[in-house]
Each structure stands twice: as C-alpha cells, then as structure tokens.
C-alpha cells in the first residue's frame, strides 16, 4: 500500500500557477456571496444552480455550509458580514412547539419575506442538529477576534443561548450526557445508520456548549442573574461529563480493544461495570487490527447498547482536535493513525469522509439501497475536498500549541498536509471545484456532484490562508486556551481508558 501511494504521489507536483489559482479561487468566492435585507449575510452553497425544473435548493445560504465560510471572513477581518449572518440566523431560530431553540439549516430571501428550512423542506423531513450547534461557536469566535463584546452579551443573544440550551439539556430517558438524535440529523443527512449519539453530534455539542459558557460569562460580567449562574454551573457540569463520557466510550487503540474484546458480558446489578453496553466481542471488526497498528487511535463513529460503530468519521475526530477534547498525546495518536492510513484517507482527493464504506446487504438494508450513497460515494466513502481544511487546522494548531512535542511525527504530518494542499491546487480548478469525488482513491468527480461547491472553494482557500498567508490566524479556532480546562494534565490517562 506504501508502494503505490508513493507512486501516486509522484504526481502531486508543486504547481507554477499556484497564485493564478488562488487569485480565480477568490474570485469565485466573491460571486458565492449574496445579500439578505440589503447586506451581505452568507454564501449560496455553489455557485452553478440546476435548471429551473428541477426544485434543488443550492442557492439557498446552509448554515452548516457557511462555517468556513464565516471564520474565512474572519481571516479577512470582515466582520460586518460576520455579524450580520449571526443576526439573520439568530432572527430565523425556531419559536415553533415542537421546534422550539432549533436554528435554520438554511435560509433564502423570496420577494420581501425570508424562507427557513427547519426540516420540512429537506429530504425525509429531519432537523439538522449540527446548524444550531454551529451557531453559538461562529458566535464567540465573532466575538472574541472582532472585540464586539456589545453583541455577545446583547439581549437577543443570551434570549438564543437560553432557547438552545433548554432545546439540548432538557432531561430525557437516557441517563447519559450525549445529545441523541435520528439519521439523516447532521452532515451525513442522507440514511447511513448513524442514528443514536453520533461523533460529529456529540463533539459539536461539546463546542457548543463550551462557547455559551463564554458567551454567558461575558454577560455576567455585566448582569447579576441567579438563572444565569444556575445555568452556568449546570452547563459546565455537562461539558465535563460529556467529555469523560466520549473520551471513556469512544476513544480507543490497540490497547484498549484488547481490553474490550477480554471484557464480561451480561452483567447486572449496581456493581461497577466494566462492559456498560454489552458490547458482545463479535462486533469488533477484523479491519480494526492493522487500521489501529500500535501507536494508533481515534474516537469512534456511535456507542449505542451492543451496537458500537467502529466506522471513521474524518469530521469529527477533526473537531475532536480543535475544540480540545482530545488530549495531545491522543491527537498524536490520531495522527499516527492518518499517517498509517493515509492510502484510504488521503488518497488522490483528501480526504473521505467516513471509513470503510458499507457495502452489499449492509448497504441496502442500513441505506434504505440509497443510490448516491452506493459504496466510495457520497457520504459513504467518499472524497470530500471541503473536508482538509479541518483536518489541516488540527495539525497546524497542535504544532502551534506544542512546538517540542514529537518533532518527527510533526514532521511527517507537515509533509502529508502540504501534499494534500498540492493534490487539490492541481486538481480542483480542472474538475470544477466538484462537491465530491467518488471511488477508493476518490478520482472520479462524484456522480450527482454539484461543481463550483463553495465550500470546497472556501476550504482550499482557508488552507492556503493558514499554510501561506497567515499561519498564525489558525489560533482564530483555538478554544483550548478559551476554556482552560488543562485538558492535557485532565484524563491523563485517557488514553488507557477503556472504550
């Protein structure tokens, strides 16, 4: 696998028309921009649109797609447009019974009126989650690189927070401190059997809640409130418990699976459990073994009652990073991990999206026979573009944060990054900044793949920004130092903790 990877490779060459490129990227990325009541509030999803007949809504502005959208705006300093996509987006959240604290997943201004899609509109009818978890950190980011304290503890934001916070911590059921939601809830919006307590879900409300914690300690610097400080001991309680819970039951390495696949089953009582789920030592699967090698690990896609999801999710092990729940020996060890796979994460198009594709009766059954999500495609297995940009931040703010920690492995994650960068300057302008790549090496431009996919432009550019322009302004995602938490002397035995 080494072998061919590196034959590949011997293609990514260093590109003479790499300022050429970036300067056509920006212009694209100026005509994505559209205005809502007269000012610039977002991007349209691409930039070319179907025809008419056919009711698609990629000229709508996605919440979650206008993520790197707005923190490459921060890079930019325009804060204006920053802040007016929080406003529209604060002004859209749901006020509805049964959807009440939920933000839009997108938004389009028809004539005078603006028009919420809050999953009535979308295929099969289901809530985005990640679009209301996005929203409060995009806030104190905005907030804290633009100095605009003003808006943070502003009325209409806390009134925001407050909604979102009741939508996501109000009791339930189950007595774990994971937020649960159906498939089709976020990113992956399409069936792939990722209902329960996802990753991507579960690290973004770990975000989320930590940047309303800031948010609300900013207006209680300005406002004696009880609530507030009721909500604000309860809220960091969560954000704690969250934290043990994921690292407890989602991380995992050679070490711990060994544990696993040792453990007792059928166990009842009050006593302490070492098998909490009932994980049956059936489910491991036999790829696991040489995808974890020795010095590997990762968090895991699901941990539902004897049904673990053992599948990678390239997003959120990202966030994983980022928002500084993993400690930094385990974000070396994840990276150890992409290195050891990069022939199926890397590939010719970084990076996929989730890992191993499903196939056969596991694709009919647990798809519903979904024919853009056949194996290496979509959202099951395949390439996403916009996608590096995240994983590219992680490493930078690592070396960022530990300069001395493990030089060499540094190192080599530099190389694979700036190989990555130059894999996608040399393809993405001929094949149309495609929305994604479809096959094992992600070659082929995704079947039903929409070109000129804005956030494949804006994550090419992000990179190039962090890479080239401004490396420092990578910090713009740091919320370790944010919330102190000491992550790195908290569980530092986490990475022996069992999964």
């Known amino acids: 696998m080494a072998g061919r990877f590196s034959q590949q490779n011997q293609r990514v060459r260093p590109s003479s028309k790499e300022d050429q490129v970036v300067e056509k990227a920006k212009e694209h990325f100026e005509r994505t921009l559209i205005q809502i009541a007269g000012s610039v509030a977002g991007s349209v999803a691409a930039l070319e649109h179907p025809s008419h007949d056919e009711a698609l809504n990629y000229g709508e502005i996605f919440l979650r797609d206008n993520v790197p959208v707005m923190v490459y ?8 447009i920053v802040r007016h996509f929080l406003t529209v987006c604060l002004d859209l959240q749901s006020t509805t019974y049964q959807t009440r604290g939920v933000f839009p997943t997108s938004f389009v201004e028809e004539g005078d009126a603006l028009l919420a899609d809050y999953g009535q509109r979308s295929i099969g009818r289901i809530t985005s989650v990640d679009a209301s978890l996005w929203w409060p950190v995009l806030c104190w980011l905005y907030v804290k690189h633009s100095g605009d304290e003003e808006f943070g503890s502003s009325q209409k934001v806390q009134r925001g927070i407050q909604l979102l916070l009741d939508l996501v911590l109000h009791p339930t059921f189950e007595g774990t401190p994971v937020l649960f939601v159906p498939d089709c809830a976020f990113m992956i919006d399409r069936p792939m059997d990722v209902w329960g307590a996802p990753l991507e879900v579960e690290v973004l409300l770990y975000g989320s809640l930590r940047s309303c914690i800031k948010l609300m300690e900013l207006s209680r610097r300005h406002h004696d409130s009880r609530l507030l400080d009721q909500r604000l001991v309860l809220t960091r309680q969560w954000v704690h418990d969250l934290r043990q819970f994921l690292l407890k039951h989602y991380w995992v390495t050679s070490k711990t699976m060994q544990v696993l696949r040792r453990r007792p089953t ?38 539902r009652t004897g049904r673990p999801d053992f599948r990678f999710y390239s997003l959120g092990n990202s966030l994983g990073c980022l928002f500084g729940l993993l400690t930094s020996p385990q974000q070396r060890a994840l990276f150890r991990l992409v290195l050891h796979n990069r022939d199926h994460l890397m590939a010719q198009m970084p990076m996929r999206i989730c890992h191993p594709p499903m196939d056969g009766l596991e694709w009919q059954n647990k798809t519903g026979s979904d024919p853009k999500n056949w194996p290496w495609s979509y959202h099951n297995g395949g390439h996403w573009p916009s996608l590096l940009w995240f994983f590219g931040a992680s490493i930078l703010l690592h070396e960022r944060r530990h300069p001395h920690a493990d030089v060499l ?5 530099k190389a694979l990054l700036e190989e990555s960068y130059w894999s996608q300057l040399n393809q993405l302008p001929r094949q149309q900044w495609a929305e994604y790549f479809d096959g094992p090496t992600g070659t082929w431009v995704g079947q039903q793949s929409r070109t000129y996919q804005t956030w494949t432009i804006v994550g090419f550019l992000l990179l190039h920004h962090f890479l080239r322009t401004r490396p420092e302004d990578v910090e713009i995602l740091d919320l370790e130092e944010l919330f102190g938490t000491g992550a790195d002397n908290d569980e530092a035995s986490a990475s022996e903790s069992q999964p």
């Open 409 to 413: 492995l540094m190192g080599q994650m």
């Open 73 to 80: 705006l921060l890079t930019q300093r325009r804060y204006d």
């Open 266 to 303: 059928e166990q009842y009582g009050d006593n302490q459990h070492q098998n909490e789920f009932n994980v049956q030592p059936q489910v491991i699967p036999d790829w696991l073994q040489d995808w974890l090698e020795n010095r590997g690990g990762y968090l895991i896609g699901n941990m």
